[in-house]
């Protein structure tokens, strides 16, 4: 049985040292030019056939092993955020107002070390992985409307070759080193972006008789949606509903004529979500029109819930226990609220999307993902690049 561990440790200084070099020049969605050049450089001198500008700014690598088997696609995440980093690192972020706050410098860098683990043990490898650096995980939209995801979809990332089974995997700072979280069915929630208009009559602040008022109709609005989740979900049913920004007029003694709310909505269930998607309508509109308001509403679906398929899954335990065997992986379910668009390719392909913790809080390295102050502790690295060469080869053997 290969020891990749082992080996991942081996190749520790090249993993730690291409993260750091990310993480100090991070890129936002479809912007990953850089990255993307890195990305490139490092899997042709490995020899691989490698594609690049999928997508914008992705990158394909094909390993090819010696024996029949699936393809298993393995993906990893390039892309940063615009947050002002915070933390003080030596390796800080050098493009203002652009960090990598969330782990995708890690998962990068991982999948580099990840090709180098595959590719020494071809002739144990059956069928074909490939290696996809996707751009634009983080929301960002790009041409014909679409994120980065499935922007590879429509380009055609799960043919030539065909994809069987598709695996992915996230740092996790809300559990320390050592946690695996590795769980069948749904892990991660849908999301839907809204942005809500209303529009009333405009006026002046004291006179406000005279007008009708948008920002009073937005206040109940934002309360009156909020019922929603507490009378309309079950209770033992998962929904969230949030208001993330507000806007209304430029003075202080005037009342605008209009104001716009953005937000999103987090399900697990179809149902649910179907639920929660009707009566949010109902909901703004009667708010709004109860008080003399018209309102525009536009939804849009970001991402559908992740679901992990529980065949698959079970081979990425069986994977961890040969890696791990002192670990105990947590399986339970509805890991997070937070979505991923992984979840656009594990629809079209049976997969697995695992977690394996990054905190330290003895070393303060334990901020949430999209804080200022987000790092991990690197020794998560190669503990990720093992679990995942190891899955990739367990799915290619057993699948």
Same mark, same amino acid.
């Given at each position: 049985?290969? &020891?990749?561990?082992?080996?991942?440790?081996?190749?520790?200084?090249?993993?730690?040292?291409?993260?750091?070099?990310?993480?100090?020049?991070?890129?936002?969605?479809?912007?990953?030019?850089?990255?993307?050049?890195?990305?490139?450089?490092?899997?042709?001198?490995?020899?691989?056939?490698?594609?690049?500008?999928?997508?914008?700014?992705?990158?394909?690598?094909?390993?090819?092993?010696?024996?029949?088997?699936?393809?298993?696609?393995?993906?990893?995440?390039?892309?940063?955020?615009?947050?002002?980093?915070?933390?003080?690192?030596?390796?800080?972020?050098? $493009?203002?107002? +652009?960090?990598? %706050?969330?782990?995708?410098?890690?998962?990068?860098?991982?999948?580099?070390?990840?090709?180098?683990?595959? !590719?020494?043990?071809?002739?144990?490898?059956?069928?074909?992985?490939?290696?996809?650096?996707?751009?634009?995980?983080?929301?960002?939209?790009?041409?014909?409307?679409?994120?980065?995801?499935?922007?590879?979809?429509?380009?055609?990332?799960?043919?030539?070759?065909?994809? &069987?089974?598709?695996?992915?995997?996230?740092?996790? !700072?809300? =559990?320390? +080193?050592?946690?695996?979280?590795?769980?069948?069915?749904?892990?991660?929630?849908?999301?839907?972006?809204? =942005?809500?208009?209303?529009?009333? =009559?405009?006026?002046?602040?004291?006179?406000?008789?005279?007008?009708?008022?948008?920002?009073? %109709?937005?206040?109940?609005?934002?309360? %009156?949606?909020?019922?929603?989740?507490?009378? !309309? *979900?079950?209770?033992? =049913?998962?929904? +969230?509903?949030? *208001?993330?920004?507000?806007?209304?007029?430029?003075?202080?003694?005037?009342?605008?004529?209009? +104001?716009?709310?953005?937000?999103?909505?987090?399900?697990?269930?179809?149902?649910?979500?179907?639920?929660?998607?009707?009566?949010?309508?109902?909901? *703004?509109?009667?708010?709004?029109?109860?008080?003399?308001?018209?309102?525009?509403?536009?939804?849009?679906?970001?991402?559908?819930?992740?679901? $992990?398929?529980?065949?698959?899954?079970?081979?990425?335990?069986?994977?961890?226990?040969?890696?791990?065997? %002192?670990?105990?992986? &947590?399986?339970?379910?509805?890991?997070?609220?937070?979505?991923?668009?992984?979840?656009?390719?594990?629809?079209?392909?049976?997969?697995?999307?695992?977690?394996?913790?990054?905190? !330290?809080?003895?070393?303060?390295?334990?901020?949430?993902?999209?804080?200022?102050?987000?790092?991990? &502790?690197?020794?998560?690295?190669?503990?990720?690049?093992?679990?995942?060469?190891?899955?990739?080869?367990?799915?290619?053997?057993?699948?």
């Amino acid at each position: 049985m290969t &020891d990749f561990y082992t080996e991942a440790l081996e190749l520790f200084e090249y993993t730690r040292s291409l993260r750091r070099d990310f993480h100090a020049h991070p890129e936002l969605g479809f912007q990953e030019v850089r990255t993307a050049g890195i990305v490139a450089r490092e899997l042709q001198e490995l020899g691989l056939e490698v594609s690049t500008g999928v997508a914008e700014t992705g990158v394909v690598a094909l390993v090819e092993g010696t024996r029949p088997g699936p393809t298993v696609l393995a993906r990893f995440d390039m892309d940063a955020l615009p947050i002002t980093e915070q933390t003080g690192a030596e390796y800080a972020s050098q $493009n203002p107002g +652009v960090m990598h %706050a969330c782990g995708h410098d890690g998962h990068t860098a991982i999948g580099l070390t990840v090709a180098r683990l595959l !590719n020494r043990h071809r002739d144990d490898l059956r069928g074909t992985v490939k290696l996809v650096f996707q751009p634009a995980e983080e929301g960002v939209v790009g041409p014909k409307g679409m994120g980065g995801a499935e922007l590879m979809l429509d380009e055609g990332v799960l043919e030539t070759p065909h994809v &069987d089974y598709t695996l992915a995997l996230h740092v996790w !700072n809300e =559990k320390p +080193v050592g946690w695996l979280g590795i769980a069948s069915g749904p892990v991660m929630a849908g999301a839907e972006f809204f =942005k809500i208009t209303v529009t009333g =009559k405009g006026g002046h602040g004291a006179v406000p008789h005279a007008s009708i008022d948008p920002v009073v %109709a937005s206040a109940h609005i934002i309360t %009156a949606i909020q019922s929603i989740v507490a009378r !309309n *979900v079950a209770p033992l =049913k998962a929904a +969230v509903i949030s *208001v993330g920004s507000i806007h209304a007029g430029e003075a202080f003694n005037v009342i605008p004529q209009t +104001v716009e709310m953005q937000g999103t909505i987090r399900t697990f269930d179809l149902d649910v979500r179907k639920t929660v998607l009707q009566r949010f309508e109902q909901v *703004v509109r009667s708010a709004a029109e109860s008080l003399g308001c018209t309102v525009e509403l536009e939804l849009q679906r970001v991402t559908p819930a992740l679901i $992990n398929d529980e065949a698959i899954t079970r081979r990425v335990l069986a994977a961890a226990q040969q890696v791990f065997p %002192a670990a105990e992986a &947590d399986t339970a379910p509805y890991l997070t609220m937070g979505s991923e668009d992984m979840a656009f390719m594990l629809e079209k392909a049976p997969g697995c999307y695992f977690f394996v913790g990054s905190a !330290n809080a003895e070393k303060g390295l334990n901020y949430g993902h999209h804080h200022p102050k987000f790092d991990i &502790d690197e020794a998560a690295l190669p503990k990720a690049a093992a679990l995942m060469a190891a899955a990739v080869m367990e799915v290619a053997k057993k699948a």
